[in-house]
Each structure stands twice: as structure tokens, then as C-alpha cells.
């Protein structure tokens, strides 16, 4: 049973990876999908070149990185929105596994408390 309930995991993580790139092709071609991911994409690179520039020493030179061209913000967005229903699905099946466990721990404690009765 624990083989194939592993085997059943597996599979649904390989079969998120096609899934989440469906739903990116999906996004990008939808009007208002595709002007969210821009504006994250837009907001997420301004952050990481903030935190990039804040992080730097004193020494190094301040460069100036400008907005992502509307391509580049649209991939970056895609990718992003990809990758975190695959985290998001290997973190469901994850937990969904650490709770299975955690009921038969329960159920063989209750049976050896029942037992010593």
C-alpha cells in the first residue's frame, strides 16, 4: 500500500510540471492574467535590484537596472506563476503524506494503549 501511495505522489508531481505550463501558455494569453504577471514581474525585479544594490558594499558601484521590457516582465511573470503551482503541488502532496503518517503513529498508539488495558 505505502508503494503505491508513493508511486501515486510521484505521479502527481510529474503530472503538475505539464499542468503548470498549460496554465502559463494560458496566462499569457489572457488579457487581464497577462497584465497582472507583467506588473509582479515589474514589482518583483524592482525588488530584487533594491535588495541586490542594499546588499552590495559600499564599495562596489551603484548600477542602474530600468524596467523589464513588457517580453521579458511577461516570461518572468509566466515562469513565476509556473513554478509556484509546482512548489505548491509538491508541498500539498508533501504534506498530505506527513499527515497520513502521522495517523498511523496515532492509530499504533492507540492500539498499544487499548492492548495495555
Do not use: C
Not at 535590484?49 to 518572468?76: H, I, M, N, Y
Amino acid at each position: 500500500m505505502a508503494f503505491a501511495a508513493k508511486i501515486g505522489s510521484l505521479f502527481v508531481k510529474t503530472l503538475s510540471k505539464p499542468i503548470a505550463s498549460r496554465v502559463k501558455d494560458y496566462a499569457k494569453s489572457h488579457p487581464v492574467a497577462r497584465s497582472s504577471m507583467i506588473v509582479f514581474a515589474q514589482k518583483k525585479h524592482e525588488f530584487t535590484t533594491w535588495a541586490s544594490q542594499t546588499l552590495k558594499s559600499e564599495d562596489s558601484p551603484k548600477v542602474f537596472a530600468g524596467r523589464l521590457s513588457e517580453e521579458r516582465a511577461l516570461a518572468a511573470g509566466a515562469d513565476f506563476l509556473g513554478e509556484s503551482l509546482i512548489f505548491a503541488v509538491a508541498g500539498a502532496v508533501t504534506y498530505y503524506e506527513y499527515r497520513k503518517g502521522n495517523i498511523k503513529d496515532e492509530q499504533k498508539s492507540a492500539k498499544v494503549v487499548a492492548n495495555n488495558e
